[in-house]
Nanobody, 118 residues
Framework: VQLQASGGGLVQAGGSLRLSCAAS????????MGWFRQAPGKEREFVAH????????DYADSVKGRFTISRDNAKNTVYLQMNSLKPEDTAVYYC????????????WGRGTQVTVSS
């Protein structure tokens, strides 16, 4: 499985970015997808995840109401729309694919840097 995240960049506080993660290697539409982030000096943390069908989503409290996760199974891509960005959203953002048999987020992309200036 290969996951390639893109769309990061530098944005001012209050701005928006949309991250994309293109997947290949196995049937994308069968698996839960998620976004995580890691800020400098901090552990990686959960941001959002979406079910295989897109019918169920969940978010970290810190991003609820500002971020939206979605997916396009025809394009093997998951998105993270980030609005009302804050400096504390600055981090490297990673997409991940859940492995049901392992019971973990098993496959990870390389990450894309998001920097929010105040």
């Amino acid at each position: 499985v290969q996951l390639q995240a893109s769309g990061g960049g530098l944005v001012q506080a209050g701005g928006s970015l949309r991250l994309s993660c293109a997947a290949s290697g196995r049937t994308f539409s069968r698996y839960r997808m998620g976004w995580f982030r890691q800020a400098p000096g901090k552990e990686r943390e959960f941001v959002a995840h979406i079910s295989w069908s897109g019918g169920s989503t969940d978010y970290a409290d810190s991003v609820k109401g500002r971020f939206t996760i979605s997916r396009d199974n025809a394009k093997n891509t998951v998105y993270l729309q980030m609005n009302s960005l804050k400096p504390e959203d600055t981090a490297v953002y990673y997409c991940a694919q859940y492995a049901d048999l392992a019971g973990t987020w098993h496959y990870w992309g390389r990450g894309t840097q998001v920097t929010v200036s105040s």
